[in-house]
């Protein structure tokens, strides 16, 4: 039979932007990880393995390093990997690669193809790190390289929202569902609870090549003080260190109009005031309280806090027309 394993020629791996160099499934290389502060650079939300290929059968397997219960998102949202055929924009969702149970740490499943050309994404889960992942398919039929991305990368930097908590599936996060509609490649740095503006974050995060950043860390500041202390030296390193490069500043998508949610979105409004003012045509500002609309806002979240697949897609409604102005005038 004829199998790949993940980053072998002529697949390619998305979402991770020094897996050419280290051939590592990790957001963040081991000699970062001493100088950075803890986070779950481990995790590889929006991490794909991609490819064309003409087979009528596909089988995925793959295996993770850990497997624990979350207690808000199921296997299929966290541990699972999602497998979709086709277009970006249209693809067809094949299926789920998931482990049986919690005490199993591989999972295997096949799909069934048309046997024509056509690209295959398959989006490693949110959850855990992931130690192998492979696709094969029936002798006589073929890999290729994957349809390149349009536009990108996009870069996002936030909270567990950003990291994908807690929608159904993979492919559902806002920045997910973006880079489909947008045909561009993206970083998923959102970091569950850990991510609260570090400049030593912003270093690093300034080393990775992209063409949009995302600042989205307002419910991981512990306090609106401490996200008044932190956002603006957080962007000018970010502008010290990438004078040209794009950067969209949101605030949380949930809102209920207290005085501690006015306070926050005015700190990370005052940041892209003041750049704006000295001049700086590379910021944009969207306020989160217009994510989720007018009506049936209760039915956005999960828990008053983390969006479901409903709220991940007003996210993605109210961003893409903002984003999409920001890559074509590029």
Known sequence: MNVRRFGESPTEMFGLPFFHTNHALTR????????????????????????????????????????????????YGCQSATVIAGDRREGRLLGLVTPPDYSTLSAEKSFYLS?????????????????????????????????????????????????????AIATNHYNAILSSRLDAEYYNYGFSGQ?????????????IPAQVFVLDYDHNAPTAEH????????????????????VLMLTRPTYFGSADEDRRRAIVRA???HAAAEGDRNVYFVDGKTFFGDTDR?????????????????????????????????
């Open 227 to 246: 996200l008044a202390a932190t956002h603006e030296p957080f962007f000018r390193i970010i502008r010290k260190n990438c004078p040209g490069l794009p």
């Open 271 to 273: 940041t892209y005031e």
């Open 195 to 207: 991510a609260r503006g570090e400049p030593e974050m912003a270093e690093f995060l300034s080393r």
């Open 115 to 167: 046997g024509e050309w056509q690209d295959v994404t398959i989006w490693l889960p949110r959850n855990e790190p992931v130690t192998d992942l492979s696709a094969e398919i029936e002798d006589g039929a073929e890999f290729a390289p994957p349809t390149p991305y349009k536009y990108g990368p996009i870069l996002y930097y936030g909270s567990s929202i950003t990291e994908g908590g807690c929608c």
């Open 28 to 75: 963040i290389p081991e000699e970062y990880r001493a100088s950075l502060p803890k986070v779950n650079g481990r995790r590889t939300p929006g991490a794909r393995m991609a490819f064309r290929t003409n087979a009528k059968k596909l089988t995925v397997r793959m295996t993770l390093a850990s497997l624990s219960p979350d207690i808000a998102i199921a296997r």
């Open 298 to 330: 209760n039915l956005c979240t999960v828990d008053n806090c983390h969006p479901n697949d409903l709220g991940f897609w007003r996210m993605a409604n109210v961003l893409e027309p903002v984003l999409r102005h920001i890559l074509e005038k590029q």
